[in-house]
């Protein structure tokens, strides 16, 4: 097929959540978002609903992702943004984390994020141009407990932001990070975390739960033509929760 005249995105984790709300936000400014999910059904539902294409992948492995990228390419013959969401919640006291538990959650949240840059950063390199996101998470910040694995795992996705920005800027990609603070996503509402609220609420500047819809704008602010001139950039979004 011919290339796509709008630009296009891939957003992971994105049928339902933060990153639903971020390929809605993504579309409304025209461009065909890409609902790579592993839940086919709700990919398929949340793809309908904004315009886009479902593709279901596990994103820790590295044949799926790239048949993703196959996939989106044969389809509309660039990718422009890639917004790399999504990601294991745990919920897990250290005297219960076990290394089966902590392998679990690094091979979707770093080990995806790799495969994700790895399949997609070389597509954006050869057409000279790209904005990636990578959803990160106040808990790098909070050190919050019960979740030692995953707090561990998005001190990498920051770390490798800083990193991988500084490799690709050279091929007018930019690589920022997002973190937002505890949201009221479709995954925390169904998890114990949804009981943090409690706690967090008192400690953020502004008095209310965050919602997707919060986290979204700054998100997509990155993925635009304007943002170039920030890359490697770590931004929090969790109404004061955290400050640094
Ligand atoms: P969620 O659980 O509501 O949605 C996550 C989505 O990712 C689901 O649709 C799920 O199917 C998909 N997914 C999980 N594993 C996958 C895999 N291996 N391959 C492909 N897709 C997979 O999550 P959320 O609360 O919206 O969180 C989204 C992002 O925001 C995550 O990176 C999370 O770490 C981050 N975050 C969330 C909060 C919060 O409080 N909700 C706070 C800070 C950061
Ligand atoms: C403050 O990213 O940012 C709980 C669960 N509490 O996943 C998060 C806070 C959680 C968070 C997060």
Redesign the pocket.
Known sequence: MAKSETQVAII????????KAIASRIAANGVTVVI????EK?AQATAAELGGLAVK????QEAEVAALVATVMAKYGRIDILVN?????PFVPWSDLTFTEWRRVMA??VD?LFLMCRAVGDVMKDAGYGRIVN?????FVAGTPNLAH?VAS?GAVIGFTRALASEVGQFGITVNAV?????E????KESP?NEGFGYVVPMQAIDRK?Q?EDIAPAVAFLTTEEARWVTGSLLVVDGGHTRH
Do not use: F, R
């Open positions: 992971t984790g994105s049928a339902q959540g933060i990153g790579a999910d592993l839940n709700k992948v596990d994103i820790s969401d999504a990601a294991i919640v979707v949240n995806g959803i990160a998470s106040n808990v995953y998005k973190a937002p603070g505890l949201t996503s479709d995954g925390v975390h965050g997707p």
